[in-house]
């Protein structure tokens, strides 16, 4: 799906159903690898860097704690919107 995409065909899909795999199941990885393709992508425009593996250990109590939600801003008192 990510380096031939144009090579996909219903075969694939009906391959993965007949091999047990839910039609929701299906989606739920297609939109999965879509997603990280496109972050993918967005990273590498932008120049973002992977952490190292000692920032990434340095911040997994919180991604633990919190998940990957975006930690509270305090309120400057302006309208994002």
């Not at 219903?10 to 997603?35: N, Q």
């Not at 109590?61 to 400057?76: F, T």
Request: negative net charge; hydrophobic residues 40%; charged residues 20%.
């Amino acid at each position: 799906m990510t380096l031939r995409p144009d090579e996909l065909t219903t075969g694939h899909a009906e391959a993965a159903y007949e091999a047990g795999v839910s039609r929701p199941a299906l989606l739920d990885a297609v939109t999965v690898c879509a997603l990280f393709s496109m972050i993918v992508r967005l990273a590498d425009s932008f120049g973002w860097d992977v952490p190292t593996w000692d920032q990434q250990l340095a911040t997994a109590g919180g991604r633990l704690e919190r998940g990957y939600a975006l930690p509270a801003q305090p309120s400057n008192g302006r309208n994002a919107g």
